[in-house]
């Protein structure tokens, strides 16, 4: 049974690009550019891995991912930050608010395939 | 019989035993033995200088003329004695809480520290006192001439001038020497009170003496006096009630206000306690002293040789019968008499004289005014020692020039008359609040005019000052102006009327006059102090310095100087006292250091009245409250200017952190900035980068896909191009580095550029423009690039954002007086209100359309293109749409 990443990123290039790499290695990807509909399917669609954008429109990541955290089917969920801003305040932010790994843009494809396999077999 | 010289010895030695009573009692006073000297009895025989020569010796005379009339001269002390507790014991009282110095004192200081009417009360007390000092003067050069004639040394021997000149002398030295030994804070004198304590004995035991030699001596008992007095003419005296009424009201207002009865009954007062000892022994005392007047004047009348003077019974009854050593000690008696009542006299007048004259004077011409104590101190003492001499100088002159005749037995009523006229403005300080100063200035020298004038100018000056032309007719004839006869009173005796006139006059200008005028706050306060003095003074306890009040004082130090510092200080006191321990006597000195350290701290005038309050139960007078009220005055003067001062350090301190707060959003605001900016940057180079591996690294991709991905590599770095420019050209207009072309230009031409640049043609079918053409043709100074610059964003960025299915933008232009307004209107939901604020601002970018691909500096750089061109853009709310406001200046 293939595996289900769940994509929050609201830049529609970069989404289009994450998709495409890890279609083509048999992942099954849902994107979302919304935070809020983002968070309801998650707790729906229970996805092994989620990629989650800091700068998103209405509901910054960091909320999100706290949310998540907040949950008891979510709390071990293995969560994916991506930022752009990268300053270190935000790697900070996203350790504390409990993500599982932190990824600056721009990042090579690779980088995040192998993440996303490293956070999958945990 | 008693040689002259050795009388001359006799009174040496009496003398010089008095200085040594004075000079002891002042050194047990000095150790704080205050015991007996403080003694009711001590108080009530210095009293007794009422009794003068004048009573000594002219009570017989008094008697063997006017028979029984001379006691009226006691009668008015007595009562006033007996009813202490109205008058003697408020005057003791007043004096004791107001530090009062003088009879002149009193009345300048109830009546707001007048210095005008200490001025009079010391100058008619200077006045009435200086011919009664004479005839004390002329009383014993008298008795020196009796004995002279006895001893047969004859008249002409002895010059009487030069006996009345070194009595005068001698009494100087003595009353310089132990009445202003030291400048006592109270002004009392132990040494004379306590030398006169004892010359009130001399001189009772002398008339007593002589009167039981008269009763058993030449007569046999009482039963036998009693049949010669029957016998004698004295007996057939009438009794004048209206005469009797009026000399017992004159002795009573004397006893009051003559300055030496007032030294030695309230200045010299130690003990209120002691006036109601007084109340029954003073009047016991004058009746001893008044006993036997009447048998010795009957037997003078008897024995002596017709032509006799009566005045001088007392010494020439035991002369002519042998009795040598009762003769000397009458004489010692009347010597007493005169000596004790020019001593004191001369205190009081000289304490006067000094404080409301002297002092005053020299205060004024040394300018610089009294800030060393010490200098004022021995300034004070010299202005004394030389008013005494002054005063007795006085006396002696009056005595030598006025002949020593007979004219100055009637001296005593004449003086008494005068001094009086000080009564009314007395008992109105202490018993009326509403006396002013006015009414009492006036009342006196009404008074004081009136009395020279019916009294002591037809008596005393004689024809030169008062004509007996006048005295008969009046001044120029004028009838009812007569001196002894005014307003056409006739039949008085002269001295009853001067009493009744002046007092009269005086009273009534006193009260008219004060209820005319209003006290001023000074005088309402003194007043008040003084009229209800026993509600404002605490307890009736004199001023005697003890462990306890010490215990107190140091208390009060603590509080002010700290505890440390306070008792070091009472320590080396209390050492220098060589007194063990903590607590020091309160002496003077002590006192006044410890004001001066005090002062340093609270100020002179509270540190005086501080230690006033615990050492002497004296209330604090207004002088020092109102002194107080001006240190506290200042003091809050200072507070208020540190306030302010507190204020602008608040003041600055809030704009600081006002800055501070600035600066740190300026950091904030500068951190997001560059996190804007890499969010920007990176974004782009995020999708160019993946993409670009996707190429390279993934081979079975068909040609579209491969063109796809290259197209969306190809958008991403126009993006950041763009970005790029954008950047650069808002960090450019922001630093105003920009190169303006201004020049003549067409709005129209303007607004179409702007419209072809940002529509393509089918975007402006899908985009409905409404313009007013006509408006549009307006010639401006301007960059016209730049306000297309302008214009282009604003229709891009309705083009983006306008939500409506059937999207328009209406053009309009205005023209203004000084400005041209162009208004770029669109049909969508427009900007909510929180909104607004923020759309100017850089990265502002609201909603999420990538697709407008821009970065959200766009507003950002419209608005520092507009501030560059001297115009403004803003949103214009409330126009169902997003609205904004171009506007540029035409000049």
Known sequence: ?122 | MIGFNALIIVSVIYVIFLFAIAFFADQQAARGRLGWLQSPIVYTLSLSIYCTAWTFYGAVGYAARSGLEFVTIYLGPTLIMIGWWGIVRKLVRIGRTQRITSIADLISSRFGKSNLLGVLVTLLAVIGSTPYIALQLQSVTLSYAVFANESGTGTEAIDLNSTAFWIAVGLILFTVLFGTRNLDANERHHGVVTAIAFEAVVKLVALLAVGVFVVWGVANGPSDILARIDASPIAEWDLRPGRWAGLIFLSAAAFLSLPRMFQVMVVENADERAVATASWAFPLYLMLMSLFVVPIAVVGLELMPKGANPDLFVLTIPLSMGQDKLALLSFLGGFSSATSMVIVAAIALSTMVSNHIVMPIWLAVTSKGATVSGDVRQVVLIARRCSIAAVLGLGYAYFHYSGGGSALAAIGLISFTGVSQVLPALLGAIFWRRATRHGAALGLIVGFVVWCYTLFLPSIGGATLISPEMLEHGPFGIGWLRPQALFGVVGLDPVIHAVVWSMLLNSLVFCTVSLMTFPNPLERLQGMQFVNVFEHSANARGWSGNAAGAEDLLVMSQRILGPNQAQRLFQTIAQKQGKAGLLPDPSVDFLEQLERELAGSVGAATAHAMVAQITGGASVSVEDLMAVADETAQIMEYSSKLEEKTDELERTARQLGEVNTKLTELSVQKDAFLGQISHELRTPMTSIRAFSEILRDVQDMTPDEQRHHASIIHDEALRLTRLLDDLLDLNVLENGQVALNIEQTNLYDVIERSLAAALSAVESETLSVVRSIDQEQIMIATDGDRLAQVFINLINNARKYCDHAEPKLEVQVCLRENCVEIDFRDNGTGISQADQNLIFEKFSRLTDHHSAGGAGLGLAICREIMTNLKGSIDYLPGQNGAAFRVKLPLK
């Open chain 1, 1 to 122: 049974m293939a595996k289900t990443v769940l994509l929050i990123e609201d830049e529609p290039n970069i989404r289009e690009a994450i998709r495409f790499i890890l279609s083509r290695e048999g992942w099954n990807v849902e994107t979302h550019s919304d935070g809020q509909t983002a968070f309801e399917r998650t707790k729906e669609v229970r996805p092994d891995v989620v990629i989650l954008d800091v700068m998103l429109p209405n509901r910054s990541g960091y909320e999100i991912l706290q949310d998540l955290r907040g949950f008891t089917e979510t709390e071990t969920l293995p969560i994916l930050m991506l930022t752009a801003r990268g300053q270190t305040k935000d790697r900070e932010l996203a350790e504390r608010f409990g993500a599982s790994r932190f990824m600056t843009k721009p990042f090579s494809n690779t980088e995040v395939l192998e993440s996303v396999r490293e956070l999958v077999g945990s």
